[in-house]
């Protein structure tokens, strides 16, 4: 049986992007206090911005805007991944952290363009 989908909030890549989010909160913490107006800044809001664009986009209760909202998730989500990496390069943060989220970004992203395709597929109905 399927799960019913009441909210946002049951969508598994918003539930994964807000841990992703949370995790990068947690790791920044350890950036040197010069980087907060800079990568520790960066990082968070690109972060939070995956999840607040799935959320805004289910909220236009139209597939074309959703569908709109998750790509703008998806540049966000590649985003993030270009802080890391640079994160990473210029030693604010270690590469076991790197890899941990690089992966899970993947796992979004795949999330992402597999909901795509199901809203899409939806639409043209």
């Not at 918003?14 to 909160?25: G, P, R």
Request: some cysteine.
């Amino acid at each position: 049986m399927e799960q019913r989908i009441e909210s946002y909030r049951d969508l598994k890549v918003w539930q994964s992007s807000m841990t992703l989010a949370e995790d990068c909160y947690r790791f920044t913490k350890e950036f040197p206090r010069d980087e907060i107006y800079g990568m520790t800044s960066q990082m968070r809001r690109s972060a939070v911005s995956i999840a607040a664009n799935i959320a805004e986009g289910y909220g236009r209760e139209n597939r074309g805007s959703f569908i709109q909202f998750l790509r703008m998730a998806q540049g966000s989500l590649k985003e993030l991944e270009t802080h890391l990496l640079l994160a990473c390069r210029v030693g604010l943060l270690r590469k076991d952290n790197e890899i941990e989220l690089l992966l899970r970004c993947e796992e979004i992203g795949k999330m992402m363009r597999s909901l795509i395709r199901t809203v899409q597929a939806k639409q043209a109905e």
